[in-house]
Nanobody
Framework: QVQLVESGGGLVQAGGSLRLSCAAS????????MGWYRQAPGKQRELVAA???????TYADSVKGRFTISRDNAKNTVYLQMNSLKPEDTAVYYC??????????WGQGTQVTVSS
């Protein structure tokens, strides 16, 4: 059983910063990639950023230059540093883990609200 525990969401003014954390625990088939998705009301869930074991990263165009994903392999933890936040970044952010057996796991989600 794999658990993903997220933290760090909250309310921030436009232009501010937040840092999300997601710690994975339990038995996995080895972590292939971890990342963050978000879902705003009435919209589909979308990829925000992902990082693979060797540090290769992927970002949504809308967050490039503002968000940074990083990973502590020893702690099975992934972070998302979010700077220059905009109201359109408001969403529930979900942590995601894909293991080497193609199993996908999700966190419970953490709310990020950016006020204008």
């Amino acid at each position: 059983q794999v658990q993903l525990v997220e933290s760090g969401g909250g309310l921030v003014q436009a232009g501010g910063s937040l840092r999300l954390s997601c710690a994975a625990s339990g038995s996995t088939g080895g972590i292939n990639a971890m990342g963050w998705y978000r879902q705003a009301p009435g919209k589909q869930r979308e990829l925000v950023a992902a990082i693979r074991g060797r540090g290769t990263t992927t970002y949504a165009d809308s967050v490039k230059g503002r968000f940074t994903i990083s990973r502590d392999n020893a702690k099975n933890t992934v972070y998302l540093q979010m700077n220059s936040l905009k109201p359109e970044d408001t969403a529930v952010y979900y942590c995601n883990l894909n293991d080497w057996y193609a199993q996908t796991y999700w966190g419970q989600g953490t709310q990020v609200t950016v006020s204008s």
